[in-house]
């Protein structure tokens, strides 16, 4: 598969635990109201990447793992998965197609830790190389600093507090939708606001 100078900015995809449970789509949910990220939420059903569960609600805090993460993102950007009687897990497709685009480098994950929440750090290495094609070849060093600079100077990735980067802090349903969205919009050609204490803080690391 080639490498992906720019992908599409349609986002289809379904939610992070539809792949574990019984979930559906739907716009309102009794959670999210007055929620922070109720406004990235909707906009994420709306668009069909992401849905809540049978009893309405979304669950914005519950956490993300690596694989629902990286298949959250694989199906946002339309990566095309190839379908292989291989698979020994629901997420291996995904993790492959990944890899095949650079987002995700040969250990960056063991196969069996695929299931463990996604840090902050572990989530921005892999949306560091989502946003530029120079981190996204195997021989492309990216280290905790250079990941932090290019998700917080895209405005992809904010502090959690006053420039606090949170980076081993584990990422939520709300978290992931609101920076899924911002991924697609920089890739769209949008300029987001950049939280500069978070710009301040990833240069100083």
Do not use: C
């Not at 609600?57 to 190839?82: C, D, S, W, Y």
């Not at 650079?102 to 960056?108: K, R």
């Amino acid at each position: 598969m080639n490498k992906l100078s720019k992908v599409s900015i349609i986002a289809v995809i379904i939610g992070t635990l539809s792949f574990t449970g019984s979930v559906f789509a739907k716009v309102s949910f009794s959670d999210t109201g007055s929620h922070w990220a109720s406004q990235s939420i909707d906009s994420a059903v709306t668009a069909g990447y992401v849905q809540g569960y049978e009893d309405g609600t979304f669950q914005p805090e519950n956490n993300v793992t690596r694989a629902e993460f990286v298949t959250m993102l694989v199906r946002a950007l339309k990566i095309p998965v190839a379908e292989s009687g291989a698979n020994v897990e629901w997420y291996d497709g995904f993790v492959s197609s990944a890899t095949d685009v650079g987002f995700l480098q040969d250990g960056d994950f063991k196969s069996q830790e695929m299931n463990e929440p996604i840090t902050r750090v572990e989530m921005s290495h892999v949306i560091a190389r989502a946003l530029r094609t120079d981190l996204q070849a195997p021989s492309a060093q990216l280290s905790d600093k250079l990941a932090m600079q290019a998700v917080t100077g895209a405005g992809v990735v904010n502090g959690v507090a006053s420039g606090d980067l949170g980076l081993n802090g584990v990422t939520t349903r709300a978290q992931s939708v609101t920076v899924i969205d911002r991924i697609i919009k920089v890739l769209g050609g949008t300029v987001l606001d950049a939280d500069q204490d978070a710009v301040t803080t990833a240069n100083n690391m």
